[in-house]
C-alpha cells in the first residue's frame, strides 16, 4: 500500500498511530473516563441519588431525583455505565466500548449544559472531547461503518513493532488551549450560573450593582424552586433594565 495513495487525513493517522505520544494519550483517556463511569455507575446500581447533596429544588437536583424514582431504568443506565466503562479497559474491546460511551455522555454533557449544573459544565464537554479522540484513535476499525464511497484499504493498523518518540507539540498545545477554553467557557460563559447551593449563588454579583437581582435570581431557583427558564427570564429582563440607568 503506497501512502500517496490515501488521503491526507488517513496518512496522518497512520503516522499518528505509529507515534508513542498519541497512543500514550488514547491510554490516558481509556482510563479517566472509565474511572468516572465506574464511579458514577456504581451509584446507581446501589440505588442512590446521584449528586444526593443537591436540593431537590435545584435543576439538576429536580432531575436526578425523579430519574432516581425511574427503578430499574436508574440501575440499567449504572450498568450501561459500568458495561462501557469496562469495555474502555479490555484492548480488544476498545472500539465497543467507546462507542457505547459516546450517546451516554453526550447525553450528560447536553443536560449539564441545559441546566448549567457546575458538577459536570466542565467536565463532561472535556469526556465528549476524550471519547471522540478515542473513536478517532480507533478509526481503522469505525471506518467501515461510516457512509464512505471509498474506504481507505489499509486495514486493521497492527500495533508497531516500535514506536515513534517524537513528541507531537501541536497536538498537544490544541489540547491545552481546549482545556484552558472550556474552563474559561465555563467560568464565563453565562452571565449567571445557579451554583450547587444558594449561598455560592449569592457570590456570583456580590457587592455589585446587580446583586439585588442575582440574588433574586438565586432565590427563584433554590427558595421558590421555578422553573430555570423562567428565573433566567426575570433576571436577564431586570439586567437590561440596569445597564439602561
Known amino acids: 500500500?503506497?501512502?500517496?495513495?490515501?488521503?491526507?487525513?488517513?496518512?496522518?493517522?497512520?503516522?499518528?498511530?505509529?507515534?508513542?505520544?498519541?497512543?500514550?494519550?488514547?491510554?490516558?483517556?481509556r482510563f479517566l473516563l472509565a474511572y468516572a463511569f465506574i464511579v458514577a455507575g456504581i451509584v446507581?446500581?446501589?440505588?442512590?441519588?446521584?449528586?444526593?447533596?443537591?436540593?431537590?429544588?435545584?435543576p439538576m437536583g429536580a432531575y436526578l431525583t425523579a430519574l432516581h424514582h425511574t427503578g430499574y431504568y436508574y440501575s440499567f443506565i449504572g450498568i450501561a455505565q459500568i458495561l462501557?466503562?469496562?469495555?474502555?479497559?479490555?484492548?480488544?474491546?476498545?472500539?465497543?466500548?467507546?462507542?457505547?460511551?459516546?450517546?451516554?455522555?453526550?447525553?450528560?454533557?447536553?443536560?449539564?449544559?441545559?441546566?448549567?449544573?457546575?458538577?459536570?459544565?466542565?467536565?463532561?464537554?472535556?469526556?465528549?472531547?476524550?471519547?471522540?479522540?478515542?473513536?478517532v484513535w480507533n478509526y481503522d476499525r469505525?471506518?467501515?461503518l461510516?457512509?464512505?464511497?471509498?474506504?481507505?484499504?489499509?486495514?486493521?493498523?497492527?500495533?508497531?513493532?516500535k514506536y515513534s518518540n517524537r513528541f507531537p507539540f501541536l497536538f498537544f498545545l490544541v489540547v491545552g488551549i481546549v482545556f484552558v477554553l472550556t474552563i474559561f467557557i465555563f467560568l464565563k460563559g453565562?452571565?449567571?450560573?445557579?451554583?450547587?447551593s444558594l449561598s455560592d449563588c449569592k457570590k456570583q454579583y456580590a457587592s455589585t450593582k446587580y446583586e439585588t437581582i442575582a440574588n433574586a435570581f438565586c432565590e427563584c431557583v433554590h427558595t421558590k424552586g421555578t422553573v430555570l427558564e423562567d428565573c433566567l427570564?426575570?433576571?436577564?429582563n431586570q439586567k437590561k433594565t440596569l445597564d439602561k440607568q
Open 233 to 236: 427570564e426575570d433576571f436577564d
Open 142 to 144: 469505525l471506518k467501515y
Open 146 to 161: 461510516l457512509p464512505f464511497k471509498n474506504i481507505p484499504d489499509f486495514g486493521i493498523v497492527k500495533k508497531p513493532e
Open 44 to 58: 446507581k446500581v446501589l440505588d442512590e441519588r446521584f449528586a444526593s447533596g443537591l436540593s431537590e429544588i435545584h
Open 84 to 135: 462501557a466503562a469496562v469495555l474502555l479497559l479490555i484492548p480488544r474491546t476498545v472500539t465497543l466500548g467507546a462507542v457505547l460511551y459516546f450517546p451516554i455522555i453526550i447525553n450528560i454533557c447536553i443536560l449539564s449544559l441545559a441546566v448549567r449544573f457546575e458538577g459536570s459544565f466542565v467536565t463532561s464537554p472535556l469526556m465528549v472531547l476524550a471519547n471522540l479522540y478515542l473513536l
Open 1 to 29: 500500500m503506497q501512502l500517496n495513495t490515501l488521503s491526507k487525513f488517513d496518512q496522518f493517522y497512520l503516522k499518528a498511530k505509529q507515534n508513542r505520544w498519541y497512543w500514550y494519550f488514547s491510554i490516558v483517556c
Open 190 to 196: 453565562f452571565d449567571i450560573m445557579p451554583r450547587n
